[in-house]
């Protein structure tokens, strides 16, 4: 069923209603629960037998914000997930925007930056695709999702390079995907090999530190202000859900042979996956254009 | 962050009690440190024990708990500070909508606020779990009070720390709240101060318990482990009736009395007797099914034949392959010519009995003969000289017989067969012989017995059948003894099991009764009737169980004592 921009409009609308009631239900919960909270501090420093019921009230109150807030973050997945479908319909339909350098880089930065979080409930393991968590074997990227593919640019030299999925080919196995960059035009079919889907999700370093990669782990990392991947080594993991990581890329320019410690979002930071070349080893100046 | 860490550690040393003091000096830390946030780590045996710090909720006055966990919450005060957006989208009221271009920081706030609130609940269910074991801990203390119970084991241990400790300094988290993950160092030192002694403690209260109490404390515990109803039944008794006198008064009373004298005890950590009743475990545990099953599989052993039969001996091997060379030697055999086969060798072999018969001639005729002298024409002088030279032991019947034997031997040599058949002294050769030289005493007619049937194999399989078919009998009737006694032995088991039930609810009963005269209050007829009720039954039981042990003990012991012998071969 394809949108047309009134409707897409007109639930997005009805979505951001749905959000500002959300927050001002959570705001109410939050001053709740801070209210519990404090009594029972209060209680506890003045050793008080009634602890364990407050304890259990404030647990309740705690998961009835959460449930508030993930359903407010939702609609808000729901809103851009429309926008996303509206844009590509747009492309689909032929209309091809040129976008500046400048924007797009923007673009990418954003994109990164409101990937959702995924924050693991009591017990929880963080899912695949969430962070460095990899995906399944038998995993197919949806339409419109970033990955990384290895594509071969004009000098016959492969370069992992960001691009969105346009299809997936299931009789050849292959996908048909795009780079966002699109002044190249190009348009790649490639076996599923060497295809490597984005993270879906970024992981929060306060409840599941596991889901990130370890300091010292060789990776591919999207070289900032461009759209390549390149090999990369983990120097410092975010310490927060809104922080990047921070990379050296192989640069042989260098003594050591890596670079200084360079921000790279969570998003484009992904598992090393040698190809026969040595995965195009990174350098300082780059023509990814 | 480590500096963090150490602020922490002092603070908490100094601190203690209360939550103010390690607060305020984290607090302040909190105000100064920006995006890295204050290292608060939750303490004594709280779990969580997240090493990346909450994010920046630092504020002056921290909500945290006497132990110095920091709930982490966002105060309203801090609202317009840390989520502008969401600030800003409040201002407006419930039923507008949020502006479009808040999107993505709104998104962002949230997740800030979601990932505030997962903690929290963490934080939360940790002190929760931590709050439920200390009561459970207590429960389980009081409960090991109650006299007249001995205790289980898991709670004896904890019993005996709990008694142990209440007399002697108090244990700051005794061994059942050694669960909590991580700690600051200050309780995880007090913990590993605390946690060796506890240790020692219960293995020397092990060690002089058993030391007292011998038998019935361990089987007691190994009870306990395979019938946890049972707590209370001691099989032991049963079997060692001195033990019962020296330990029905002491079984309770020792529990106590000494253990207050425990801790001043340093007994230097003594494993062997835990060792030994470990080993000692295996044959003290009641009887279940599983071991009639293994019975009764060591009876399937027994029930068939011990050897299978032995089949009826064949034909020789040199006659089978004279057959199959006579087979091979025939171009293209088909059945009737290899029917001939055989009834070529039979010929074959009646003609060499018909020319020469037996053993005893032909070692009689090649004794007399040179074999390079059987030729036609110097035969008959080299068998006359041969029959002059024979020795004082043959007569002559033997001579006339060698001389007969001889011309046989010739007309064998020559080959004709046809004058062989008609010889009239040739017929009854061998027996003849055979009676002469017995008559001589040269040759004891026991050598001949035996050479009939030889089947030496036959007879050892014979005899080594009868040697295993007498012990497997043995081991058999052993086993049957065996199972018999080991299904009564459940039996047994099944009603002391009753009876322990049947024991619980009596002291329940017996403890509802104390209330009830603690209260004040008169008993119900039902009640009467229940506690009448549950004695009848206890009585019967126990009765049931003493008719048992009455006819047991003679049996099983000889039967639980009786070994399979093994064969000896």
């Known amino acids: 069923m394809p949108l047309t921009a009134e409707s897409a409009a007109q639930q997005i609308q009805d979505r951001l209603k749905d959000i500002q009631q959300h927050i001002h239900i959570v705001d109410e919960e939050r001053r709740r629960a801070e209210n519990s909270i404090s009594s029972l501090v209060r209680s506890l420093h003045a050793t008080n037998q009634k602890v364990k019921p407050l304890l259990k009230a404030s647990l309740m109150e705690a998961s009835q914000e959460e449930a508030t807030i993930r359903a407010a973050l939702a609609k808000i997945h729901e809103i851009r997930s429309i926008r996303n479908e509206r844009r590509i319909q747009a492309r689909n339909a032929g209309n091809k925007e040129a976008i500046r350098r400048g924007a797009l880089m923007k673009m990418v930065q954003l994109s990164a930056q409101t990937l959702p979080l995924f924050v693991g409930k009591l017990g929880e393991r963080a899912p695949a695709l969430c962070g460095a968590i990899p995906a399944e074997g038998n995993y197919v990227a949806k339409v419109g999702d970033n990955v990384a593919a290895l594509a071969k640019g004009i000098d016959e030299e492969e370069n992992w390079i960001l691009a969105e999925v346009v299809q997936f080919l299931h009789r050849q196995n292959k996908y048909d995907v795009i780079d966002i960059d699109e002044e190249q035009k190009d348009r790649h079919v490639l076996s599923k090999r060497k295809v490597i889907p984005l993270p879906l999700m970024r992981a929060n370093p306060e409840t599941d530190g596991h889901a990130l990669f370890p300091k010292d782990t060789v990776v591919m990392a999207l070289y900032p202000q461009t759209t390549c991947f390149y090999k990369a080594i983990v120097h410092r993991l975010p310490q927060t859900a809104t922080e990047d990581y921070e990379v050296l890329f192989e640069d042989s320019s260098y003594l050591n042979g890596y670079a200084e410690p360079l921000p790279v979002a969570q998003r484009y930071v992904i598992a090393y996956r040698p190809t026969k070349k040595g995965a195009g080893s990174g350098s300082g100046n780059l023509s990814s254009a | ?569």
């Open chain 2, 1 to 569: 962050m480590s500096a963090n860490l150490k602020n922490i550690k002092l603070g908490h040393f100094g601190g203690g009690g209360s939550g103010g003091a390690p607060s305020s000096s984290s607090g302040g830390f909190g105000i100064s440190a920006s995006s890295g946030g204050a290292g608060k780590l939750p303490t004594n045996g709280t779990g969580g024990g997240k090493s990346a710090p909450p994010s920046s909720f630092a504020e002056a006055e921290v909500l945290a708990t006497p132990g110095g966990v920091v709930i982490p919450i966002i105060r309203t005060r801090d609202v317009a500070k840390l989520l502008p957006t969401i600030a800003t989208a409040l201002q407006r009221p419930a039923d507008d909508h949020l502006a479009a271009e808040d999107l993505d920081a709104v998104q962002l706030e949230l997740e800030q606020m979601l990932s505030n609130v997962a903690l929290r609940t963490r934080v939360l269910k940790t002190e929760y779990d931590s709050l439920d074991k200390d009561e459970k801990r207590q429960d389980r203390r009081k409960l090991d009070r109650v006299p007249g119970s001995p205790p289980c084991p898991a709670s004896m241990l904890n019993g005996l720390l709990g008694i142990g400790s209440n007399s002697s300094t108090s244990l700051g988290s005794p061994l059942g709240g050694g669960g909590g993950g991580g700690a600051s160092s200050s309780s995880q030192s007090k913990r590993k101060r605390d946690e060796p002694t506890g240790v020692r403690k219960k293995h020397s209260s092990m060690t002089i318990l058993k030391q007292q109490q011998g038998v019935a404390g361990s089987s007691a515990k190994h009870q306990a482990k395979n019938s946890p109803l049972a707590v209370h039944t001691d099989d032991s008794m049963d079997y060692l009736p001195n033990l019962v006198a020296a330990n029905a008064s002491g079984s309770v009373l020792p529990h106590h009395q000494p253990l207050p004298q425990l801790p001043k005890v340093a007994v230097p950590k003594n494993d062997t007797p835990n060792k030994f009743w470990l080993s000692v475990e295996p044959y003290c545990m009641p009887l279940t099914n599983e071991d009639l099953r293994l019975i009764d599989d060591l009876l399937e052993q027994y029930r068939g034949p011990l050897v299978p039969p032995v089949p009826t001996l064949g034909p020789h091997y040199s006659t089978v392959w004279a057959q199959e060379d006579m087979k091979a030697l025939q171009p293209g055999g088909t059945r009737l010519k290899s029917q001939n086969a055989s009834g070529m060798l039979k010929k074959a072999e009646g003609m060499v009995e018909e020319s020469i018969t037996g053993p005893l001639t032909q070692r009689l005729v090649s004794a007399l003969m040179e074999e390079s002298l059987m030729t036609l024409p110097s035969e008959q002088a080299a068998v006359g000289e041969h029959s002059n030279s024979t020795t004082s032991s043959s007569n002559e019947n033997t001579h006339s017989l060698s001389s007969s034997s001889a011309n046989a031997a010739a007309a064998a040599a020559s080959g004709n067969f046809r004058s062989l058949a008609m010889m009239k002294h040739g017929v009854g050769i061998e027996q003849r012989l055979k009676k002469t030289l017995i008559e001589n005493g040269l040759i004891d007619a026991s050598e001949f017995a035996a050479q009939e049937d030889v089947d030496e194999v036959l007879l050892e399989i014979k005899r080594v059948t009868t040697e295993i078919s007498s012990i497997s009998q043995f081991n058999s009737e052993e086993l049957k003894r065996l199972r018999s006694a080991a299904s009564e032995e459940i039996k047994r088991i099944a009603i002391k099991r009753k009876l322990d039930t049947v024991d619980q609810e009596i002291l329940e009963c017996y403890k509802r009764m104390l209330q009830y005269r603690a209260k004040r209050k008169g008993h119900t007829i039902e009640e009467k009737q229940e506690i009448l009720r549950l004695t009848n039954e206890q009585r019967l039981l126990a009765d049931q169980l003493e008719r048992m042990q009455m006819h047991q003990p003679c049996g099983s012991g000889g039967g639980a004592s009786g070994s399979l012998l093994e064969p000896k071969m």
